[in-house]
C-alpha cells in the first residue's frame, strides 16, 4: 500500500503476530500462522493483505473485500464475507494503526 520508494514493508507478519500488534482477539477457527503481507483498504485487499472497519458507511466494501483478514469490532463480525480472518477489538481504528506500524515502522537514524 504504501509507495515503496519512501517506506520499508518488515513483513510479512503471521495473524497471531498482527493480533498482538493490535491487541485484538482472533476470531473464530483461524489459522495464526496464515502470512498476510501488507495492509490496503478494503475495496482493494487480496488474500495476503489485512484491512480495517470502524466506520459502518464502509459496511458494503467489508461484506464483499476479499481482504484475507480485517481488524473490526465484535458487533460487525458477523457482516464479514466467508473465509475472512478476524481480529476483534474495540478500537478498530487504533488497532489498525498498530498493525500498519509494525508493516512500516518509524525510520531509524543514526545519530550525529
Not at 483461524?30 to 503481507?37: A, E, P, R, S, T
Not at 478476524?86 to 515502522?105: E, G, H, N, S, W
Request: aromatic share 12%; net charge negative; proline share 10%.
Amino acid at each position: 500500500m504504501a509507495d515503496p520508494r519512501f517506506f520499508d514493508n518488515h513483513g510479512p507478519f503471521t495473524l497471531a503476530e498482527l493480533a498482538l500488534a493490535a491487541g485484538g482477539v482472533i476470531s473464530g477457527d483461524c489459522d495464526v500462522n496464515q502470512l498476510f503481507h501488507d495492509v490496503a483498504p478494503l475495496s482493494s485487499a487480496g488474500y495476503g493483505e489485512i484491512s480495517f472497519l470502524d466506520n459502518r458507511k464502509y459496511l458494503p466494501e467489508f461484506e464483499t473485500s476479499t481482504a484475507g483478514a480485517c481488524i473490526v469490532s465484535p458487533a460487525l463480525a458477523s457482516r464479514a464475507p466467508n473465509g475472512m480472518m478476524l481480529i476483534l477489538t474495540d478500537q478498530p481504528y487504533k488497532a489498525y494503526a498498530m498493525v500498519a506500524r509494525k508493516f512500516y515502522p518509524p525510520p531509524s537514524y543514526p545519530a550525529g
